[in-house]
């Protein structure tokens, strides 16, 4: 079979530049997918694993982020900062950060979940001021990375967007060598009834939509070579002919 082929230039080369721009998102998709699918397994085999109990261990520079926790202390409430901009089931509200005070007297920043925004004032909610000794459970996080789009923490005039321990211990004055300053932990609920604040549930809640996203973007590039080589089939710059054998 012979193929005639005369490509024309300009619609050639945008279509070449179009292509491997689409396909090159595909392909980063697909790499998000991967990274996406070995955060959750880590997030599952941690959060489900033995706790640590020991509140010395909490200052190793080995802790591994999704590690459970069970812990003793008590809630520094009057030092408490609400992250603005968070939802629950499609209401705003704000996530409560209070520093803990552990049985070692080391500092750890908590974070207790969500209220909204009629709950912000903890004077609404004395009933969440929990006061003395209890046992806390939770997740350990790393510190949040601020997004492209997201505005800088401002807590001198009280806008706090993403959480940074160090930033929010420099903020709250608390002594460095009392605080453990390299990540914070996600209170988990207790029991099956709801009460503010609205902490975590220890099951990985992580959109994982990259295999879709990677499909539309590899989708997108197949439909430009169609219309690409369509186009050359229909205005007689692309054939296909048998081959004569006489010839």
Known sequence: MN?????LLWPTIFSILIFALLFSFGTWQIKRLFWKQALIERY???SQSNPIKNPSELDSLKIKEFKSVEVSGSFLHKDEIYITGKTYEGNAGFHVITPFNLSNNKIILINRGWVSEGYRNPKKRKFSLVEGQIVLKGIIRFPQ?????VPENDG???F???IKPNEIINFLNLTPNQVINNYYIDALRQG???T??????GKPKLRNQHLSYAVTWYGLAL???FVYFSYHVSSGRLSFKKKDNNE
């Open 156 to 158: 001198n005039n009280g």
């Open 223 to 225: 439909s430009l070579l």
């Open 145 to 149: 990375k601020k997004g492209y789009f």
């Open 192 to 194: 099956e009834k709801l």
């Open 44 to 46: 599952t085999t941690q």
């Open 3 to 7: 193929i005639y082929f005369r490509p």
């Open 196 to 201: 503010l604040p609205i902490g975590v549930t």
């Open 160 to 162: 706090w967007f993403t």
